[in-house]
């Protein structure tokens, strides 16, 4: 009730505005051309909200289309050619990343296209269908209303000549009774009762009529002053909104595709811009940057005949390469197999070159370095806890620790020396001092150790600050190995502590040594870490051992993750 009122007062509103520019007075006896107009709206809205579908499948088309040029044309390095150093390359490779940019502008318009704009011309159009349904129900409730007011005002007008006729005609079948000198008396009265009668009828049906034509012509005067044209009103304001809202929706549509373009825009200028840095000179600055200082064949000497040609003399006039042989040279003539390459001093490079194959170099033997200390580290934890606990180890197990220590230290001494002299010349290229050579030592000197391995990433890091090469980045953090691999278990970071009230372990026969770390599964086995020392109670050979870490603590473990000692 309260929206029919709200209708009711947009209505009035309209009519007190200017009533002769309203549905209701103008069209009131046009109601098929309003159903016909309204009709085509709906199906004007129903197409646009097509258009709009359709402009959105385009500008996915459009984006996935994009995307599969810049995937086709997308140059691949994968034969390790530095072609991508050209600078002609360089543009066409911002031009296939604009390429993308591009593509996801056109992505994002579509996806606001259907968010704002599809989905809300899909709604304005169920809403207006539903309610130009609605008022079309109301009008045809209406026109029956009206046309069963006129087919009762019919019926009472029938119904009145009926009897009119029917009084008139006893009213002569009286004259002529009475006329007749031979009719009695009883006779004469009947015929008077009947006329009469008749008239009252008569009377009773025109009261009737007149009653009705009274009705008839107030429902007819609300119907066209008010009723009719309220509907025809409230059909026009359904209308009008339509069109507003849906001229708003395509103007927001406009606007969506308007923003778009300055983005797009934006990445032409973009490819424009990297097209302007192409430079003839400076790509062949870079292919003479490829250049090897070899020397100029020697001048031809007179052979006598029968004399021995000299050992730098050809027979073979040709300098051609077979097609076999270009195809394992790479570009600028430098092959895979080529003797130069095996040169740590790099001299055959360009010195961009030179300094990221350095860099290189060194970020794997530091990578090197790090795991060979990382193991040092965990034989001299062995080795402490051995000391601080004479039990749980034996002689010979502490010897062995102690030659792998040493064989590590002369591993991290030949790395550290190679890594000192690729130092060297790295800082030789960057015309810097050369670094202080650091000292490989004990357990004690690993800190040192590593911040000297660190020296070449600082330095690195400022290159790479100053776009000076991409090979400067920090070596990654250490992995750990394998939990199955037999070395994991010796190198690890930390050792569990044996703690205090731990019952004595008995003969070396029945202790183990625990490789790795494993966590309980089930409640009747027991949780080990790395390095500690149990007593086994039972080893019945199906992989899995009882073993004790004190009074209150036993279960099973896996046989493969211990080791017995010696």
Known sequence: RIQILFELAD?????????????????????????????????FTNKCSHFIRDRIKVEHDYVKSLRNLKKKYKLKNSDGSDFDIFTTVKSYSVILDQLELIAREHEIFAERLEDDIFTKI?????????????????????????????????????????MARESEAANIAFQKVNDDMNVSR????????????????????????IIQIEKTNNFQHDYYLETWP???????????????????????????????????????????????????????????????MANYPPD????????????????????????????????????????????EDMDHLPPEKRKKAFKEKIKEIENKIQI???????????????????????????????????????????????????????????????????????????LSVASSTSHLSHTNNEDSGSGQGSGADLPPPYSAPDPMSPIAGEFQDSFYEVPDNAVPPPPNDNVCSVLYDYAAQHSDELDIFAGETLFVVEDNGTGWVKARRNENEEGLVPGNYIEMCS
């Open 300 to 343: 031809h000497e007179f052979i006598e005949f029968g004399a021995k040609p000299p050992s730098n003399f050809s027979t073979n006039p040709s300098m051609r390469k077979t097609k076999k042989d270009r195809k394992k040279t790479k570009i600028f003539g430098r092959g895979p197999n080529s003797d130069s390459m095996n040169k």
């Open 230 to 292: 309220s509907l025809l009103n409230q059909m026009q304001k359904v209308e009008e909104n339509r069109v507003d809202e849906l001229g708003s929706l395509l103007k927001q549509k406009c606007v969506l595709h308007k923003n778009t373009l300055p983005q797009v825009e934006q990445c032409i200028d973009n490819m424009i811009a990297t097209c302007e840095n192409i430079s003839s000179t400076q790509d062949s600055d870079l292919l003479m940057e490829e250049r090897t």
């Open 122 to 162: 899909r709604h304005l159009y169920k809403e207006v269908t539903n309610n130009r349904k609605n008022l079309c129900n109301t009008g045809n409730q209406l026109k029956q209303t009206y046309q069963q007011q006129q087919d009762q005002l019919e019926k009472a007008r029938q119904k009145y000549e009926k």
């Open 372 to 446: 060979e200390l990382k193991a040092r580290q965990g034989l001299e934890d062995i080795l402490e806890l051995y000391s601080k606990k004479p039990e749980l180890g034996s002689a010979t197990a502490m010897e062995e620790s102690r030659q792998q220590i040493d064989s590590i230290t002369k591993t991290l001494e030949k790395y550290q020396e190679e890594l000192y002299k690729f130092q060297c010349y790295l800082a030789a290229l960057d015309n810097k001092p050369a670094p202080e050579k650091p000292h490989i030592g004990s357990h004690l000197d690993t």
């Open 186 to 209: 009883a006779q004469l009265e009947k015929s008077r009762a009947t006329k009469e009668q008749r008239l009252d009828i008569m009377d009773k049906a025109k009261g009737d009529y």
């Open 11 to 43: 209505v009035i509103r309209i009519i007190m505005a200017d009533p002769k520019h309203t549905w209701g007075y103008t069209l009131w006896d046009k109601y098929d051309r309003v159903l016909e107009h309204t009709e085509t709206g709906l199906e």
